[in-house]
Each structure stands twice: as structure tokens, then as C-alpha cells.
């Protein structure tokens, strides 16, 4: 079982959310998002979305467009996530907003948070809408905090929120 988490984790889980981008979400590419002058603000946004479940027409977890999420006003952490970092990105691009996604066992506790750059270089994140203010030092933090027991981390990596490109996976 764990092979195939981190087979998911590694490569197919990012190669399935850029194609179901562009056969299922392309008419929202184009929209505007919200204009953001600080990090409550970007909070306040976050608020407006509804966490809901992926639905079986999803077939799997997959990261939609931040445009999409916008517009629908729901989606799961991967969704928050991948929001967030779109809006610290036009808010402010030095805070380097990245996706960091824990793949647990059970399956159902993984999770997807945006981590971005203090400008004293410390790592803070969103989880869904919630802005952690606790500084960290590195990802490795982050993810052993989202992991907490009675979930069992089998790997965990870290992605740039526009196209994907790997960071660093890191099986456990």
C-alpha cells in the first residue's frame, strides 16, 4: 500500500490535476482574483470558501486552478492551498509560496498546506483558511506538525503551486 501512496505522491497525483485542469477547469484560467494588500486580507478571502470533499466525479484528489476556487467558492485543502499561494504570490512575491502535502495513513488525514516565507526567512503556513503563526524552520517541521499521531507519515514533498515542479519528495 505504501508504494502506491508514494507512486501517487511522487509524479501521477500532479500529472492527473494538469489534465483534469485543462479538460475540466479551462474556463476559469483567465478570471481575475482578488487584489490583496496583506496577509489578513488574504485570510479574509480564504473565509469565503467552503472545505468540501472531493466528489466521486473527481474520480481522485486533484489541485484545481486558485481561479476555480474562486469562482466556486469550494474545494478541499489542495484547493485552499493552492489559493492562498496564488493570493501571497500577487500580495507579495518575496513570501515564496509553496504546496506542502503529507500523505498519511489512514489516507483520509493526508493533507495539503501553502507554507511561505517571513521576512525574517522563518516558514509559516495556511491550513485551509487558518494562517498558523508559529514560525518554523524548515518544511520538515511543518509536516511532522500536520501529522501529528494517531496518523502514521509514509512520505511528504513540496511543489511550486503554478506548474507542480518538484521541490523535494521525501519518503519516510
Excluded at 8 to 20: D, E, F, P, T, V
Excluded at 111 to 123: A, E, G, I, M
Excluded at 158 to 165: A, G, K
Amino acid at each position: 500500500m505504501n508504494w502506491l501512496l508514494r507512486w501517487w505522491l511522487k509524479g501521477a497525483r500532479y500529472n492527473w490535476s494538469r489534465l483534469r485542469r485543462k479538460v475540466c477547469e479551462r474556463k476559469y484560467w483567465h478570471m481575475e482574483l482578488p487584489q490583496v494588500s496583506a496577509l489578513s486580507e488574504i485570510q479574509d478571502c480564504l473565509l469565503q470558501i467552503t472545505w468540501k470533499k472531493d466528489s466521486f466525479w473527481h474520480l481522485y484528489d486533484s489541485i484545481s486552478y486558485p481561479q476555480t476556487v474562486w469562482e466556486r467558492k469550494k474545494d478541499d485543502c489542495d484547493g485552499f492551498a493552492v489559493l492562498a499561494a496564488a493570493l501571497l504570490h500577487i500580495w507579495d512575491p518575496a513570501t515564496q509560496p509553496v504546496l506542502l502535502t503529507v500523505i498519511t495513513r489512514p489516507i483520509r488525514y493526508s493533507h495539503t498546506v501553502c507554507v511561505f516565507k517571513t521576512p525574517d526567512n522563518s516558514l509559516r503556513y495556511f491550513d485551509n483558511a487558518r494562517l498558523v503563526i508559529e514560525d518554523y524552520h524548515n518544511c520538515e517541521q511543518i509536516a511532522r506538525r500536520i501529522s501529528l499521531p494517531p496518523k502514521k507519515m509514509v512520505c511528504w514533498d513540496v511543489r511550486q503551486w503554478e506548474d507542480f515542479s518538484l521541490i523535494g519528495f521525501y519518503p519516510v
